[in-house]
């Protein structure tokens, strides 16, 4: 009998677990639609590019980027040099890029 609880137990922690895991992807992709706004939009983004944790976009109209909405979602620095911005976002840069790729498609 106690064995026959021990794998109710395990199964219960797997889907509790893959929930999770589930919910933080979707929020991820929340995240992300929040961003590409913040950004002014997918046709304000001309061009982007990662360099390990930092994303690099280069924007139609810098003044359409919202840089405090930037930071209220986790990026860690914000610097804006001419049409561009320098994004500090840790391990979410190469998802990101990738993400308004598929956008611009």
Do not use: P
Request: aromatic fraction near 4%; avoid cysteine; charge should be positive.
């Amino acid at each position: 009998m106690e064995l026959y609880q021990y794998i109710i137990i395990i199964v219960i922690l797997v889907v509790v677990a893959l929930a999770i895991v589930k919910s933080n992807k979707k929020d991820l992709k929340l995240e992300l639609n929040k961003l590409v706004e913040y950004l002014g939009g997918k046709d304000n983004i001309i061009d982007t590019e990662v360099e390990m944790s930092r994303f690099r976009v280069t924007l139609k109209d810098v003044s359409k980027a919202n840089k405090d909405g930037i930071m209220k979602l986790g990026a860690k620095g914000v610097v804006e040099i001419d049409d561009q911005l320098k994004i500090i976002l840790g391990s979410n840069a190469r998802q990101l890029k990738k993400y308004i790729d598929d956008l611009k498609i």
